[in-house]
C-alpha cells in the first residue's frame, strides 16, 4: 500500500514532484525510497531517506539537482526533482521497507514494498 502521485511530461530545466504515501502494513516502515525504470533496463536506485533518522542518500546522477524529503505526519515521502534532463525519463517507483541490514539501502531487494510506477517525461 504505497501510493504514488505526480509525474507528467515537462521541458527540459522544468521541477516536478513526486510524492508516495504509505498504508496499512507500509505505514511501519523506516526507509523509503524512490527508483526508475526504462524500458529494456533494470530498475535504478535514486533517491532514499531514513523515516525516523532523516538521513539521505542520493544516486550519482541526481545527487544536487533532486530532493527526497518526510513528512512523518502524513506517512509520506515526497521527491523534489530540478533540473530535469531528457535522461531522467522514466517510470519512477517509490519504495518501503521496515528494516535495513545496512544504510544507506540502494538495491531492489533492499525494499519489501513497491508502489506503481508514475511516469515522467522529459522533452528536450
Known amino acids: 500500500q504505497l501510493q504514488a502521485s505526480g509525474g507528467g511530461e515537462v521541458q527540459a530545466g522544468d521541477s516536478v514532484s513526486l510524492s508516495c504515501a504509505a498504508s496499512g502494513r507500509t505505514f511501519n516502515s523506516t526507509v523509503m525510497g524512490w527508483f526508475r525504470q526504462i524500458p529494456g533496463k533494470e530498475r535504478e536506485f535514486v533517491a532514499t531517506?531514513?523515516?525516523?533518522?532523516?538521513?539521505?542518500h542520493y544516486s550519482g546522477s541526481v545527487s544536487g539537482r533532486f530532493a527526497i524529503s518526510r513528512d512523518t505526519a502524513l506517512n509520506t515521502v515526497t521527491l523534489q526533482m530540478n533540473s530535469l534532463k531528457p535522461e531522467d525519463t522514466a517510470v519512477y517507483y517509490c519504495a518501503a521497507t521496515a528494516f535495513t541490514v545496512r544504510w544507506p539501502p540502494t538495491t531492489v531487494g533492499a525494499y519489501a514494498y513497491w508502489g506503481q510506477g508514475t511516469q515522467v517525461t522529459v522533452s528536450s
Open positions: 531517506i531514513g523515516l525516523i533518522t532523516g538521513s539521505t
